[in-house]
């Protein structure tokens, strides 16, 4: 028993000790970014110079804040762009949304496809679809529950005036649409995946895209294949940004901060969300993932705590517990606040603590053998790929 406790003891230490250093790389990541979106922002060209872009968007059902994330798209201070939508079927009620708010901007040049489902991944057709018949050299590929102000295109696109750099993409902050369990994933968004992302432009640049935005040129996806390529990836927004960096062009890291939708109403909505996102990263970089376990505070400091306490050593159980606390409350601040501004972090800090612990639970999960549905029960997730799901007969 004793032996145990040491070893949990032990353990605990190195987690607390592993989550510092990642607080002080996400310190630095946090002063790369602010510097490198600095000289993005003051580089910005003139509308005489700005290149006309064309913006894809696939819609799939009513989700929440549907129209005011459409209409935001319509409200561009930006010269000169298009706006594609495109639905899996023509009945999707999506499309009534769709098309009122298209009324309502006749002077922004918009179209309505509808693509089917012949790819694993009926997101990337969609795009493919799209980019076929957009008008454009450039093409903005945004979800359909993303949120932008009025200078996201003038802010996103220039870096792509550099023929070196091949796609850009964007950090977002989680907006939360439905109370709680939504809340604990939308500051996942904004604090957890940040300083993973923040970290990771630190120590190797971008060599992967965010789905919320991702701007490419057509001659940099033309040089991956197309989004051909991409028909089978459920992460086909990392799998744009690596091929796209092993093609040879930069992927840059913009600093325009997007807002993403969250509506996860109940647990277990919340839950089977999370841990699909979290066995997706762990098929697309293996090592990664495995290391992010050690970034988590929170487990190793109640561990710690438990140990500590269960060997009579209180006062060190309470240092452990404390600095795994002060670590997150300090990250939190760091890059929920001074990075993505999320109104979350100011009123209600200790959300970020308890979010810690759901994603260290969602981590472990990852390594369990789960299958999930991917949308109507004809496709499921086989590691990286999405693949049409076998019945009982064909088995």
Same mark, same amino acid.
């Given at each position: 028993?004793?032996?145990?406790?040491?070893?949990?003891?032990?353990?605990?230490?190195?987690?607390?000790?592993?989550?510092?250093?990642?607080?002080?790389?996400?310190?630095?990541?946090?002063?790369?970014?602010?510097?490198?979106?600095?000289?993005?922002?003051?580089?910005?060209?003139?509308?005489?110079?700005?290149?006309?872009?064309?913006?894809?968007?696939p819609v799939h059902g009513l989700e929440a804040r549907l129209k005011e994330n459409i209409e935001s798209f319509f409200r561009?201070?930006?010269?000169?762009?298009?706006?594609?939508?495109?639905?899996?079927?023509?009945?999707?009620?999506?499309?009534?949304?769709?098309?009122?708010?298209?009324?309502?901007?006749?002077?922004?040049?918009?179209?309505?496809?509808?693509?089917?489902?012949?790819?694993?991944?009926?997101?990337?057709?969609?795009?493919?679809?799209?980019?076929?018949?957009?008008?454009?050299?450039?093409?903005?590929?945004?979800?359909?529950?993303?949120?932008?102000?009025?200078?996201?295109?003038?802010?996103?696109?220039?870096?792509?005036?550099?023929?070196?750099?091949?796609?850009?993409?964007?950090?977002?902050?989680?907006?939360?649409?439905?109370?709680?369990?939504?809340?604990?994933?939308? &500051?996942?968004?904004?604090?957890?995946?940040?300083? @993973?992302? =923040?970290? $990771?432009?630190? *120590?190797?640049?971008? %060599?992967? +895209?965010?789905?919320?935005?991702?701007?490419?040129?057509?001659?940099?996806?033309?040089?991956?294949?197309?989004?051909?390529?991409?028909?089978?990836?459920?992460?086909?927004?990392?799998?744009?940004?690596?091929?796209?960096?092993?093609?040879?062009?930069?992927?840059?890291?913009?600093?325009?901060?997007?807002?993403?939708?969250?509506?996860?109403?109940?647990?277990?909505?919340?839950?089977?969300?999370?841990?699909?996102?979290?066995?997706?990263?762990?098929?697309?970089?293996?090592?990664?993932?495995?290391?992010?376990?050690? &970034?988590?505070?929170?487990?190793?400091?109640?561990? @710690?705590? =438990?140990? $500590?306490?269960? *060997?009579?050593?209180? %006062?060190? +159980?309470?240092?452990?517990?404390?600095?795994?606390?002060?670590?997150?409350?300090?990250?939190?601040?760091?890059?929920?606040?001074?990075?993505?501004?999320?109104?979350?972090?100011?009123?209600?800090?200790?959300?970020?603590?308890?979010?810690?612990?759901?994603?260290?639970?969602?981590?472990?999960?990852?390594?369990?053998?789960?299958?999930?549905?991917?949308?109507?029960?004809?496709?499921?997730?086989?590691?990286?790929?999405?693949?049409?799901r076998q019945t009982s007969a064909e088995k």
């Amino acid at each position: 028993m004793w032996l145990i406790l040491y070893f949990v003891l032990g353990l605990a230490v190195l987690g607390t000790l592993s989550s510092g250093v990642f607080l002080g790389l996400a310190v630095v990541g946090v002063i790369r970014f602010r510097l490198d979106a600095r000289k993005q922002f003051s580089s910005i060209p003139d509308d005489a110079h700005l290149p006309p872009v064309s913006v894809l968007k696939p819609v799939h059902g009513l989700e929440a804040r549907l129209k005011e994330n459409i209409e935001s798209f319509f409200r561009q201070d930006y010269p000169d762009y298009e706006i594609l939508f495109a639905a899996d079927e023509a009945n999707d009620a999506a499309l009534d949304v769709v098309r009122e708010v298209c009324a309502r901007y006749p002077h922004v040049r918009s179209r309505v496809l509808v693509t089917g489902t012949p790819w694993p991944n009926p997101v990337v057709h969609s795009f493919h679809c799209m980019a076929e018949v957009a008008a454009h050299e450039i093409l903005v590929t945004t979800d359909s529950d993303v949120e932008v102000d009025a200078r996201y295109l003038r802010e996103i696109v220039p870096p792509l005036l550099d023929p070196q750099v091949g796609m850009v993409t964007c950090v977002y902050r989680g907006k939360n649409a439905a109370g709680f369990f939504s809340g604990l994933t939308a &500051i996942g968004m904004s604090v957890e995946m940040t300083a @993973g992302v =923040l970290v $990771a432009n630190l *120590l190797e640049g971008m %060599k992967f +895209g965010l789905g919320p935005t991702t701007v490419v040129r057509k001659d940099s996806l033309a040089s991956i294949g197309g989004y051909t390529a991409l028909r089978d990836y459920i992460a086909y927004d990392f799998a744009i940004g690596n091929l796209i960096a092993k093609a040879g062009y930069r992927v840059v890291l913009s600093g325009h901060i997007i807002d993403h939708v969250v509506n996860q109403k109940s647990f277990g909505r919340m839950w089977q969300n999370q841990l699909r996102w979290a066995q997706t990263t762990r098929y697309s970089r293996p090592k990664g993932h495995f290391g992010s376990g050690l &970034i988590f505070a929170m487990p190793y400091g109640l561990l @710690g705590f =438990l140990a $500590a306490a269960g *060997l009579g050593h209180w %006062k060190i +159980g309470a240092v452990l517990l404390g600095a795994a606390l002060l670590n997150r409350l300090a990250e939190a601040w760091l890059v929920g606040w001074m990075v993505v501004r999320d109104p979350q972090v100011r009123s209600a800090p200790w959300l970020y603590p308890l979010r810690d612990l759901l994603g260290f639970a969602v981590w472990f999960a990852s390594y369990l053998k789960l299958r999930y549905v991917w949308r109507d029960s004809r496709f499921e997730l086989r590691g990286t790929r999405i693949a049409l799901r076998q019945t009982s007969a064909e088995k």
